[in-house]
């Protein structure tokens, strides 16, 4: 707003006029920028909205379908390491027992010596004087394989077991 002094001249009040309207920017300039920030604003606030809404029905998807998938999962897991572990415990069962017949094995090599007896027949006809004079011992009794575990008791559903054995030879259990 423009002071203007009655008591001066009409060309400096027309002149102050037209500087004043000159300087004083266009309302519809003004208004037309703050539409378009306005525009831009309300097109920002409805992406959000639709982002936000996309959010909310993924959440509800997951809530709805994707966890109780996820609890069945877990659930069945759980019954797999249950298994690795029973099967854990029977390697290293399985393991024992091995090293148990490796020493019998061991022991067996020292009390009677590595060559079986037809071999020490066949090579003291040899001829060998090494072979030849070494005095026989009387047979050790037959071995006895002792009765360790069987694969059937921590494997009950294991299906093809008939198949490894073969007919007139019964199955020796480990």
């Known amino acids: 707003m423009l002071l203007v002094d009655a008591d001066r001249p009409e060309p400096v009040r ?20 703050v539409e378009e920030t306005i525009e831009g ?7 959000f909205c639709s982002l936000t809404d996309m959010i909310r029905s993924d959440t509800s998807q997951i809530l709805e379908e994707n966890i109780p998938l996820l ?11 249950a298994r690795v572990d029973q099967l854990e415990a029977f390697v290293k069962m399985v393991g024992h027992h091995v090293s148990l017949l490796e020493a019998q094995v061991l ?14 027949r066949w090579l ?17 009794p037959p071995y006895e394989l002792p009765v360790l575990y069987r694969t059937e ?8 077991q008939a198949a490894l054995r073969t007919p007139g030879h019964p199955r020796r259990h480990l």
């Open 14 to 33: 027309s002149g102050a006029r037209e500087l004043a309207l000159f300087l004083t920017p266009e309302p519809g300039a003004e208004a037309k920028e």
């Open 41 to 47: 604003m309300l097109l920002r606030l409805e992406e």
């Open 71 to 81: 609890q069945a999962k877990v659930t069945e897991m759980r019954g797999i390491y």
């Open 107 to 120: 022991q067996a090599e020292r009390d009677h010596g590595a060559f079986s007896r037809a071999l020490r």
């Open 124 to 140: 003291g006809s040899t001829g060998l004087p090494s072979f030849g004079n070494k005095l026989w011992a009387p047979a050790p």
């Open 153 to 160: 008791d921590h494997f009950p559903g294991a299906t093809g």
